[in-house]
Each structure stands twice: as C-alpha cells, then as structure tokens.
C-alpha cells in the first residue's frame, strides 16, 4: 500500500524545483537541440549543471513513483524534455556517455526512446566507435556551421574519451599518450583557444595517429597481444645497452639500434609465450600467487639479460597487462 497523496506532492515539489532553473528557456520551438543548447548556456558551470541533474533525476524518479496515476499525465512533456536534456547534458558537461534507459521502467523507458528518435536527439548523442564508418565522417567539416560543428567537437571529445579510457584500461602504458593528447585539446577547446573547426582537425590528427598504433604489430612480426607487452619493454628501455652473462657474473655490452630492437621484440614473443605455455602458465594460473611469483622472477630474469635495470617495475606492468589478455579458465 502506497500513499499517493505523499507521491503526488514529491512530484510537485520536484517537478517545481527543476522548473526553477529553467526560467526563461523557450521550450516547443520544433528544435529542441536550440532549446538544449539555450539551457547549456544559462546553466554555464558544471556545479550548476550537477545541480541541474541532481533534481532532474528527482523528478523522475517521483514521476515513476506515481505513475500509472493519472496525474503523471500532466507532467509528461516536461519530463520527456528533461531527460532529453539530462542525456545531452551529459555530452557537453561532462564529455561522457548518456545515461543508459535500461535504468528506468519499461514504459517510461519506451517514452523516452520514442522522444530522442522523434526529435533526433538520439542521432545527436550516439556515440560512435573507430570501428564504425560513419566514426570519421565527422571531421568532415564543409558544410557545417559554427553550431553544427561545436556539437560535432564535443561529441567527438566524449567519443575519444570513452574509446580512449577502455584502451588506456588495457595497455596504459600504450595509449595514455593518447588518452592525455585528448584531454590537452578537450582542455583548450573549452577554454576558447581552439575553434571547432581546429579541435576537430586536433582530433583527426590523434584518430589518424592512434590508427597506426593499432596496426604497428603489423610491421613488427608480432602478435597483437606479444606486440602489446612490447611497448611496455619499450617504456623500460636502456640505450643501446644489453647485458650478458658470464663465467664471472653479468657483464655488460653495447649493440647497435637494430641488434636491440631485435632482442626486445624477441624478448616481448619470449614473455607473451611465458604466459600462454601450459607448463608455466596453465589455466587458472591467475588465482595461484606461487605461480604468479614464479613468472614475475622469470618475466625479471629474461628481463635482466636483455639489459633492462628497473626489473621489479618491468615484472608487475607485465602481469598487470597478462591479467587482461593471457587468462585462461579451461
């Protein structure tokens, strides 16, 4: 048993509340992206817009509270522009991905879904992968005004940032370059020191950068995976020094460029092995600290010849990395 009297007045109090803060907005123009952009601009700061968001998912949330009660009827176009507005706010404020519908009721959730495809908000705030074809369309920029472009730029900032994130999570040392050349652009495209124009071209640039990164394993011999754990080695690099051992310990001598850069890539096959063999790592060797130690010594060991200095670094990046590629459970 509910008391609707007290789910009527929270959907008063929080619809009233959210209202508030957009006094002044002109709303049923038949372009709601003008209508979002006009809000954007009047909330202007990001505490503001947490703000904005924070009694936006109130009001939704007495909206589901109530409903099916007739009430909720008078209420829905508001929330219909809100939540619109809350899945764009999330692009340009925050640079993230909009909030997934799966959170909400079913029926309201097919309300919403119906209001973005009508009004093309969903065209708008879809985020694209590099994988996808119409990814790079966007640095087409002929054509496009001011207004369409600055949306573009910050669509692509939440792309980039997204995509980015993920790659970064699986090969930090690989792709946090990337990750901060993004961010650097992102931070003077809000500060108006780039136009849209220029920070889409900024973009293109890494896009085409980040590209060849993806296909370098191509060139070098190496698995994808293998060729992973050689741009770790590459961070940990000595110049041209390598290390032997000897009857009398380890001694030291110098290599040319090529003779080096053959022994790390060889060095990135031998590890990227050493974590798929049955005989030192079999299935489930992730769940086994023993078995774990043994390859982060031997992972050192093979390291240390390779004239390599920081080993106990060397050896954790490593397994950070196989934790993410060289698990196997059966």
């Known amino acids: 048993m509910k008391d609707l009297d007290v789910d009527r007045d929270n959907l008063k109090r929080a619809h009233a509340e959210v209202m508030g803060l957009m006094k002044g907005i002109q709303r049923g123009t038949n372009n709601i992206k003008a209508e979002y952009d006009a809000l954007a601009k009047e909330l202007g700061t990001e505490d503001v817009w947490f703000t904005f968001k924070r009694k936006g998912k109130a009001f939704i949330r007495a909206y589901e509270a109530l409903s099916p009660d007739p009430l909720v009827l008078d209420y829905k176009d508001d929330l219909k522009w809100v939540t619109g507005f809350i899945a764009y706010g999330m692009m340009v404020f925050e640079k993230k991905e909009a909030v997934d519908l799966r959170t909400y009721s079913a029926k309201i959730r097919q309300m919403l879904e119906e209001h973005l495809h009508v009004t093309g908000l969903n065209t708008i705030i879809k985020l ?18 001011e207004g369409e472009l600055k949306t573009v730029a910050i669509r692509k900032s939440t792309e980039l940032k997204k995509i980015l994130a993920e790659k970064k999570e699986k090969n930090p040392l690989r792709y946090g370059p990337f990750s901060e050349r993004v961010m650097i652009v992102l931070q003077r495209f809000e500060e108006g020191q780039l136009t849209a124009a220029e920070t889409l071209e ?50 030291t001598e110098t290599f040319n460029e090529h003779d080096t850069l053959n022994q790390i890539l060889q060095l990135a096959e031998e590890i990227d092995t050493l974590y798929l063999s049955d005989q030192t790592a079999p299935p489930g060797w992730h769940l086994k600290e023993q078995l774990k130690k043994e390859l982060r010594q031997e992972v050192r060991k093979k390291s240390h010849h390779a004239g390599f200095k920081d080993l106990i670094s060397i050896s954790t990046r490593i397994e950070d990395y196989a934790l993410k590629h060289h698990v196997r459970v059966a």
Do not use: C, M
Not at 135 to 143: A, P, R, V, W, Y
């Open 128 to 145: 694209r992968s590099l994988t996808d074809p119409e990814f790079k369309d966007d640095f087409k920029i002929e054509g496009k005004d």
């Open 202 to 251: 900024k973009y293109k640039k890494i896009v085409q950068d980040l590209d060849n990164e993806d296909r370098a394993h191509e060139k070098s011999g190496l698995n994808e995976r293998a060729y992973g754990v050689y741009k770790i080695l590459e961070t940990f690099l000595q110049k041209k020094e390598t290390v032997e051992e000897t009857s009398e310990g380890y001694g």
